[in-house]
Nanobody
Framework: QVQLVESGGGLVQPGGSLRLSCVASGSIFEIDDMGWYRQAPGKRRELVAVISRGSNTNFADSVKGRFTISRDNGKSTVYLQMNSLKPEDTAVYYC????????????????WGQGTQVTVSS
């Protein structure tokens, strides 16, 4: 069974930084795109950043220049470094990965983590 487990959320003051981590585990053949989404109260879940297996990245306009995404393929881990945090960054952050499980063909499935709360407040 494939699992994504996030860590690193918390409470931070405006202008501060946080680093989120997400580790994929289980019977995995290959991990393709990995990314982070967020959902604020009363809002739709939105893409924050995504990174391909070859480390091509894409960011939401609202976080460009402040957030970076990286991955360690050997550790099946994706990171989100969040700098210059703003109150509007407050949300539950979800890890997402497109994963081909072992023995289940060659098409990737979408997997999600349980979410980690990020609160930006003074």
């Amino acid at each position: 069974q494939v699992q994504l487990v996030e860590s690193g959320g918390g409470l931070v003051q405006p202008g501060g930084s946080l680093r989120l981590s997400c580790v994929a585990s289980g019977s995995i053949f290959e991990i393709d795109d990995m990314g982070w989404y967020r959902q604020a109260p009363g809002k739709r879940r939105e893409l924050v950043a995504v990174i391909s297996r070859g480390s091509n990245t894409n960011f939401a306009d609202s976080v460009k220049g402040r957030f970076t995404i990286s991955r360690d393929n050997g550790k099946s881990t994706v990171y989100l470094q969040m700098n210059s945090l703003k109150p509007e960054d407050t949300a539950v952050y979800y890890c997402n990965a497109k994963i081909i499980p072992l023995g289940e063909g060659l098409s990737p499935y979408d997997y999600w983590g349980q979410g980690t709360q990020v609160t930006v407040s003074s």
